[in-house]
């Protein structure tokens, strides 16, 4: 658990098609405004029926988009908190299992899609760049096992893409 995070954070409880679980803790201490996007979205029932629409294998995998295209997103864009757009308290790094909001080349368009770390992430690239504000704290196998699925190579050369669709049946906030 990183430095500071209590033991009282918010969690939410991912089910997935299939039968995978996974429990994510929520870091407001490091991303308040992303947590309570998240959470209000989660408690909308806004990820129920959506997909993991890109999955790469030991890097991360992409949910939370309505289009399912990497296009999509909730309505409403969040702004950006982390380092390099002037929000020094997020010192979370990429690292497995941390949960981060994905965005467009606008550092204040994260709306509702985000990405697991299915790996550490190989040099800054994402560290400062991207609102990470969680973690997977049970069943990382679950996770882990997105890479299992068959996939194939997305627009931009990714062998990313599922052929048959990885949905999230339910997230719920556990109180």
């Known amino acids: 658990m990183p430095a500071g995070c209590k033991k009282n954070n918010p969690s939410v409880r991912v089910e997935m098609d299939g039968g995978w679980v996974f429990v994510l803790e929520l870091y407001p201490e490091y991303a308040p405004e992303t947590v309570k996007n998240f959470i209000g979205l989660v408690e909308n029932n806004f990820y129920d029926g959506l997909t993991f629409h890109r999955i790469v294998d030991g890097f991360m995998a992409q949910g939370g988009d309505p289009l399912g295209t990497g296009t999509g997103g909730s309505g409403t864009q969040i702004k950006g908190e982390f380092s390099e757009n002037g929000f020094r308290k997020n010192t979370l790094k990429h690292t497995a299992g941390v949960i981060s909001m994905a965005r467009s080349a606008d550092p204040d368009s994260a709306s509702s899609q985000f990405f697991i770390m299915l790996g550490d992430a190989q040099g800054p690239y994402l560290d400062g760049k991207y609102a990470a504000f969680g973690r997977v704290v049970e069943g990382?196998?679950?996770?882990?096992?997105?890479?299992?699925?068959?996939?194939?190579?997305?627009q931009g050369g990714e062998l990313a893409s599922p052929v048959t669709p990885v949905i999230i049946t339910r997230m719920t906030v556990l109180k």
Request: hydrophobic fraction near 40%; charge should be negative; glycine fraction near 0%.
């Open 140 to 154: 990382f196998d679950a996770v882990k096992d997105l890479e299992k699925v068959e996939r194939v190579y997305n």
